[in-house]
């Protein structure tokens, strides 16, 4: 028995990316009536980075038209 520490495999990186930025930005222009969970289920990541990339990265605001969560891309 060792009591040596085996070099373990570093966590893969999981910060938002260029391409994963971009395929956000498609789900919604496509389809603008998308919920958060709904993105973050099709783009395989969770609902903080979804929200964090729309919101933070993308300059995308939530607004309520009849009843429906539509997102559009602010201009700055």
């Known amino acids: ?5 085996k070099p373990k495999e570093p966590r893969p990186h999981t910060s938002p990316s260029e391409d994963m ?3 956000v930005e ?3 222009t496509e389809e ?3 919920t958060v969970k ?5 783009a395989g990541i969770s609902v903080g ?3 964090t990339i729309l919101h933070d990265d993308l300059c995308f605001q939530l607004v309520t038209v ?3 969560i ?3 891309k602010h201009r700055l």
């Open 66 to 68: 009849k009843f429906k």
């Open 32 to 34: 603008r009536c998308l």
């Open 21 to 23: 930025n971009a395929r």
């Open 1 to 5: 028995m060792s009591c040596e520490n």
């Open 49 to 51: 980075s979804v929200d």
């Open 38 to 42: 709904q993105i973050a289920a099709n």
């Open 70 to 72: 539509v997102y559009y």
């Open 26 to 28: 498609q789900m919604v």
